[in-house]
């Protein structure tokens, strides 16, 4: 046998290892599965964003295209009927409606949860007359759209005195709109989120006053969710779980991020290129939603916010508990992932963890 004749075989072998691995490569791989998603462009979906820029998805086989919209109600039908396959943003008494009457919705991951960082802001010539939640009734309340998660907390802020809905004059407006409108007399409070939050202050159109988690009795409040189509989740099982883990890696670099953790200005730079908020300096020092850093759903907070709304007559129905949610992804996270290690050790923030 010449000399060079081992060398030979061990080229021959390895490439016929390399023909082999190509030829048994996932089809995935080959061919990526096209999903599509709607976002409410909010800072919790800086996530989904994160996943599509930093190639998560791609890396997982899929082919994902994020649809903006203005809310997730708007999502709902829009999933229902399997026209895009997942949605996010803020959870409505929507969802539950649909749930109950049988249209295919899960809920499948969280990416919004205590503390959110929201607040009631006050008209600055009343801020000495409101000092208690009694002191709200009557008084003109804005909120951000009708059976949002938003009146669910101000409800349970109006309940802790023993007040309801009825008892208070809502206005529904854009979080864009509350300071203006609270800057000009036309609302007398309104429950604002960040950034708003900050403008509202600093552009002194609205004083800060108190926030709605302080009187909420279920926590951690979960309101911010990616819902999906049943029916895909059946026929694409092993695509939809390739989907969320990748969404679930993304989240939890949200949460280094939340941390102030080393890649907290990749993250902001992600926000920023998706327009999610544009000013970087405002997103430096605003106070950022966070989220169970598994994407694990607190079924308490659901069935709290679902008895709620049926209470005050805002859906007709409740669906069963157990039907909400489908729990398989945060676990399958968990198993894929590993424990969520925070980077920044010395953070005290609460959430994200």
């Known amino acids: 046998m010449p000399a060079d004749a081992p060398r030979e075989l061990t080229v021959r072998a390895l490439a ?14 080959q061919n990526p599965a096209v999903v599509k998603m ?4 909010s800072i919790p979906s800086a996530s989904s964003f994160l ?11 899929l082919d994902v295209t994020i649809e903006r919209i203005d809310s997730l109600s708007k999502a709902v039908a829009f999933v229902s009927t399997n026209q895009v396959q997942v949605g996010q943003g803020g959870i ?5 409606n649909a749930v109950a009457e049988g249209l295919p919705l899960t809920l499948a991951l969280e990416s919004g949860s205590t503390p959110l960082y929201h607040r009631i802001l006050l008209r ?26 938003a009146v669910y907390e101000i409800g349970m802020v109006l309940d802790s005195a023993g007040l309801k809905l009825k008892d208070i004059d809502v206005k529904y407006l854009s979080y864009t709109q509350m300071g203006p409108a609270l800057a000009n007399g036309a609302l007398d409070a309104a429950l604002e989120v960040a950034p708003f939050i900050d403008i509202a202050i600093e552009q002194k159109m609205a004083v800060g006053w108190i926030d709605p988690e302080d009187h909420i009795r279920q926590l951690p409040l979960t309101n911010v969710f990616y819902i999906a189509n049943v029916d895909w989740i059946r026929r694409e099982g092993e695509v939809a779980r390739r989907f969320f883990v990748a969404l679930a890696r993304a989240g939890r670099d949200y949460c280094q991020a939340y941390h102030h953790g080393p890649n907290r200005r990749e993250v902001i730079d992600v926000m920023i290129r998706n327009k999610i908020v544009e000013d970087r300096s405002l997103l430096e020092r605003m106070d950022w939603q966070a989220r169970n850093a598994d994407g694990t759903v607190n079924l308490d907070s659901l069935a709290s916010m679902q008895s709620f709304y049926r209470q005050e007559r805002i859906i007709d ?21 590993g424990g969520f290690q925070l980077i920044n050790s010395s953070s005290a923030l609460n959430g994200c963890r």
Do not use: H, M, N
Request: a positive charge; glycine letters at 10%; aromatic letters at 6%.
């Open 38 to 41: 709607a976002v409410v462009p």
């Open 317 to 337: 129905r409740e669906a069963p508990r157990d039907g909400l949610v489908d729990l398989s992804f945060a676990q399958a996270a968990v198993r894929e992932l």
């Open 16 to 29: 016929t290892v390399l023909l082999s691995v190509v030829a048994v490569a996932p089809a995935a791989a």
């Open 92 to 96: 409505s008494a929507g969802f539950f």
């Open 51 to 61: 996943a599509l820029d930093k190639g998560y998805f791609r890396a997982a086989g």
């Open 124 to 149: 600055t010539g009343i801020k000495d007359v409101i000092r208690t939640p009694a002191d709200l009734k009557g008084r003109r309340i804005g909120v951000a759209s009708p059976g949002s998660a």
